[in-house]
């Protein structure tokens, strides 16, 4: 089974507008971690926010932030002030169990483009 | 160095032959993974250290596939008898330990051909 959904394979923002990036997430363990990571067309993985499970506040990070709902098992990334540079593939993640051992998995990703 | 360093940044192979990755991690990181990216899609999962052993090899698409880290830190991903369908970005990332809230930093990545 999937343990990373994103439903969006494309998604368009006017700049600086508010964009949000759909993701859900499968798990049986109460411990895991939720990370979103962007990919420019240079290929470099840059890591942008994280979210625990037992985090009582949503993450933010600047314009990022993460809207986590337990129960729903969503964990959507908004970006605020859209900016040209924001363009690129997100990638939403999750490692289960905070003790270590697991991988980061992570979905099949949105390809965001930012319109001036 | 500053970040994860993955060597060769590209590499084209005949089918059938023999090729090594290599990623040098962040200093002092004892966590490390290699991940597999196809184009248009996630990273897939290859294979985890933790230190010099294999946490989690269940990645691996099959034997042709095999990697080391022998003394917890650089790693090689070696590849036996290539085939085209091996041609990807082999992405190899570091964290400063596997515990679940640390971060992993990625490499640019090796590109694979194989042809």
């Known amino acids: 089974a999937q343990k990373i959904t994103q439903t969006q394979p494309g998604m368009f923002v006017q700049e600086k507008e508010a964009v949000t990036l759909d993701c859900t997430y499968d798990t049986s363990d109460p411990s895991y971690g939720l990370f979103w990571y962007k990919q420019p067309s240079s290929g470099e993985m840059i890591f942008l926010i994280y979210?625990?499970?037992?985090?009582?506040q949503n993450a933010t990070e600047g314009r990022y932030s993460l809207n986590f709902q337990k129960a729903r098992k969503s964990a959507n990334l908004v970006i605020s002030a859209s900016q040209l540079g924001d363009s690129a593939m997100y990638f939403c993640?999750?490692?289960?169990?905070?003790?270590?051992?697991?991988?980061?998995?992570f979905g099949k990703g949105t390809r965001l483009s930012v319109i001036a | 160095g500053a970040g994860v360093s993955q060597t060769p940044s590209n590499k084209v192979t005949e089918k059938g032959k023999y090729v090594e990755l290599r990623c040098d991690p962040i200093s002092g990181h004892t966590a490390l993974y290699w991940y597999r990216q196809s184009l248009g899609q996630g990273p897939e999962f290859l294979i985890y250290f933790q230190g010099t052993g294999a946490a989690d090899d269940s990645g691996l698409p099959n034997d042709r596939f095999f990697a080391v880290r022998p003394e917890g830190s650089v790693s090689t991903l070696k590849i036996q008898r290539t085939e085209r369908g091996d041609s990807a970005v082999y992405l190899c990332?570091?964290?400063?330990?596997?515990?679940?809230?640390?971060?992993?930093?990625f490499g640019q990545g090796t590109r694979l051909t194989v042809v």
């Open positions: 979210q625990g499970s037992y985090d009582q």
């Open positions: 993640a999750m490692r289960e169990g905070i003790r270590g051992n697991t991988p980061l998995v």
């Open positions: 990332a570091s964290s400063l330990t596997g515990m679940g809230n640390t971060e992993a930093f």
